[in-house]
Every structure is written in structure tokens, then in C-alpha cells.
């Protein structure tokens, strides 16, 4: 079956920009994360959908991100804004019955000039 | 936020060649998974353990979970280029969200 899919793979844009990154998760996954991974830092959590429930935002790095989950599957990652710094990989994953698995998409490669 | 460190940070080796890397913490894990991500790809999830002195294996894989439950080991026997990857490994908090180590690179030459 499908996978974890992102969009776009790669995104260049220019500082002072808004971005929207869009995953869509395995059909049928009821939770779904957004992670960042950049040089330095690793894999970093950002935000946790669970089905109908307030999303855990605590790893957001700062207000300019902000995340939203329409009708509980394909979500949004909008960075507004942008920043150098906010150059990364931002992965999203989702899982099923079995929370403990998490499957990821490829990414998408953000690089801020 | 538990802190996970890997070592070595990156690992450069011949095919055929044993390899051992390690994933350590200072406090207790309640379970453990290793992944691997290769380039321009997501991790995908090799193994979760869960019990102190576990041992696993898948394939060439073996991982080990510290009786303590501080420390997991993967090591990989004769390897191959298609080993060649970053290795992570992750604890999960609550929610189920995942606090990964840098990871080990793994290069495997032919």
C-alpha cells in the first residue's frame, strides 16, 4: 500500500517568506508528527495529531510555525516567515493501531537564502 | 528531555567487516528503537526493545538492550554496502513522540 507521502520534495525559498510543507499520511492512521532534522541538531519533534484531539504543540521552535490536520488525514506545516536557520528536512510520520510504529515520508528539503 | 548519545558519530568500513555501535543515556529507557535512514529517504524502524539484557536479530543485526536499561548496542556482521546509513536510535515520550540521538553514518565501501 502507499506510504507516507510529502510535498514538495525540495523547496527552495527567500528569507522573509511564508512556506506550507503538506504530508499525507497512511490511509486510515489516526496520529501523525511532524519532526525537523538539520545538521547539528538531529531529529527534533515539532507537533502530534491524534485523531479529533488538541494537537501537542510543544516542540514548535517559535510562532512563526504552526501546523494544521484537515479532516483528520493530509496535514499542513506553514512556516511564516522564514529564517536561515529554519533550513532542515521536516519529516512527517504516522501510525496506526500500534503508536509505537511510526512510519515516515521522505521529507521535504527546505533551504532559506 | 532524555538526551541520547551515539557514537561513533560517523563509521567508514570495508565490506565483509564487523561493526558495533552504541546508544547511551543517562537515565532509564522504557524501551528503545534503533532505525536506519538512507539518503533522500525517511527512517524506517528496524527493531524495538523493550526488556533489560534483550537480545534481537534481524539478519546481520544483532541489538542488545542493556540490563540496566541505559545503554543498546546494534552490531552488524559482515557488512554490506547496502548497510550504508545513518542509524538512529529513539525513546519515546508521551504521545508517543520520539527523542532520536545525532546518529551513527554508516559507510560501507565495496
Known amino acids: 500500500g502507499a506510504g507516507v507521502s510529502q510535498s514538495p520534495s525540495n523547496k527552495v525559498t527567500e528569507k522573509g517568506k511564508d512556506v506550507e510543507l503538506r504530508c499525507d499520511p497512511i490511509?486510515?492512521?489516526?496520529?501523525l508528527y511532524w519532526y525537523r532534522q538539520s545538521l547539528g541538531q538531529g531529529l527534533e519533534f515539532l507537533i502530534y495529531f491524534q485523531g479529533n484531539s488538541a494537537p501537542d504543540k510543544s516542540g514548535l521552535p517559535s510562532d512563526r510555525f504552526s501546523a494544521e490536520r484537515t479532516g483528520g488525514s493530509v496535514s499542513t506545516l506553514t512556516i511564516q516567515r522564514t529564517q536561515q536557520e529554519d533550513s532542515a528536512v521536516y519529516l512527517c510520520?504516522?501510525?496506526?493501531?500500534?503508536?509505537?510504529?511510526?512510519?515516515f515520508g521522505p521529507g521535504t528539503r527546505l533551504l532559506v537564502l | 528531555t532524555q538526551l541520547l548519545e551515539q557514537s561513533p558519530q560517523f563509521l567508514s568500513i570495508q565490506e565483509g567487516e564487523n561493526l558495533t555501535v552504541y546508544c547511551n543515556s543517562s537515565?532509564?529507557?522504557?524501551?528503545l528503537q534503533w532505525y536506519r535512514q538512507e539518503p533522500g529517504e525517511g527512517p524506517v524502524l528496524l527493531v524495538t526493545v523493550v526488556t533489560g539484557g534483550e537480545v534481537k536479530k534481524l539478519k546481520r543485526l544483532t541489538f542488545q538492550f542493556g540490563d540496566a536499561r541505559k545503554d543498546s548496542s546494534l552490531h552488524i556482521t559482515a557488512a554490506q554496502p547496502g548497510d550504508t546509513g545513518l542509524y538512529l536510535c529513539?525513546?519515546?515520550?508521551?504521545?508517543?513522540?520520539?527523542?532520536f540521538g545525532k546518529g551513527t553514518l554508516l559507510t560501507v565501501n565495496p
Open positions: 529513539a525513546q519515546g515520550g508521551s504521545n508517543y513522540k520520539l527523542t
Open positions: 510520520a504516522s501510525s496506526g493501531q500500534i503508536q509505537e510504529t511510526q512510519y
Open positions: 490511509s486510515g492512521h489516526t496520529a
Open positions: 537515565s532509564v529507557f522504557s524501551s
